[in-house]
């Protein structure tokens, strides 16, 4: 239900601004990605129930990919909306906070690619062997970090854009 929440969220700000082509290619590609995130959201559930299935865990990589993408491409819709507000302050967090967001989530997939990576060698250097059994260990951490940071920060900013929306909007009739 979320994921629909977040892909009905998108398709309701495409009235907005039609003309903006840089606007509505950012949002376009965020709504691609929650179309997906939505298709592919019932394997989560099917995986949990059939752990074993390789299908089924194929289909919870692909998402988790899925939704990295989407939370980054998220940061651009918000990077473009922000441009178009009349809030100085909004538009500087907005900027500083997306560009951290998108570094955090570069730094997951490099993080994740160096750990498959690792993980292919069969008999790796011992300093690699560190690398690894830190990134076992520290997995949580590393979640935590590198990706519930960005979510909370991007859910944060799209918190602060409604509020000056409807500030903006029902504010001057007070």
Known sequence: MTTGLLAYGLWQLGDFQKQERVWRAALDRARVLSVINLGLSPFLYWWNRLPANTFFLAMVMTIIVSALLFLASLNQVLQR???????????????????????????????A??????????????????????????????????????????????????????????????
């Open 81 to 111: 909306l922000g441009a178009m507000l009349p809030d100085e302050g909004l538009r500087l967090e907005i900027r500083q906070f997306t560009k951290l967001n998108l570094n955090l989530l570069f730094a997951t997939v490099i993080l």
């Open 113 to 174: 690619l160096l750990y498959l990576g690792l993980g292919q060698l069969y008999t790796p250097p011992f300093w690699l062997g560190l690398v690894m059994t830190v990134i076992e260990r520290g997995s949580l951490l590393f979640l935590i970090l590198l990706v519930l940071l960005p979510l909370a920060m991007t859910m944060a900013l799209l918190w602060k854009t409604k509020e000056v929306i409807l500030e903006s909007v029902f504010g001057a009739h007070r």
